[in-house]
């Protein structure tokens, strides 16, 4: 869901209208109106980001654009997927990595 937050964030507005257009002349009571305007809006804001952020040149506006690289640590570096322990080097006191 979170990858999708920023997306229903930008459509949210429209959507929230819609619903509230669409449901007004309903002969129910009020809150019940909100609690499906509720549901609804959360519901379709989200499940229109992530629609969107399926199409190319929106992914970018909404946050979905090309993922930053992993570190060295995913790739399999020395120390992937062990513990680092910090270590002080004799008479420097600065801390250095000790991949046992």
Do not use: N, W
């Not at 993922?67 to 790739?75: M, V, Y």
């Not at 399999?76 to 250095?96: L, M, N, Q, Y």
């Amino acid at each position: 869901m979170a990858p999708a937050a920023y997306g229903a964030f930008i459509v949210h507005p429209p959507v929230l209208v819609a619903l509230a257009l669409a449901i007004q002349p309903a002969p129910v009571p009020a809150e019940l109106k909100f609690a499906c305007v509720l549901a609804g809006g959360v519901t379709c804001s989200f499940g229109l980001a992530a629609l969107a952020t399926r199409v190319r040149p929106i992914d970018r506006i909404f946050g979905a654009g090309p993922r930053p690289s992993p570190g060295p640590a995913e790739h399999g570096s020395i120390t992937a997927g062990r513990p680092v322990d910090r270590v002080r080097r004799p008479g420097t006191g600065a801390p250095t990595a000790d991949p046992r």
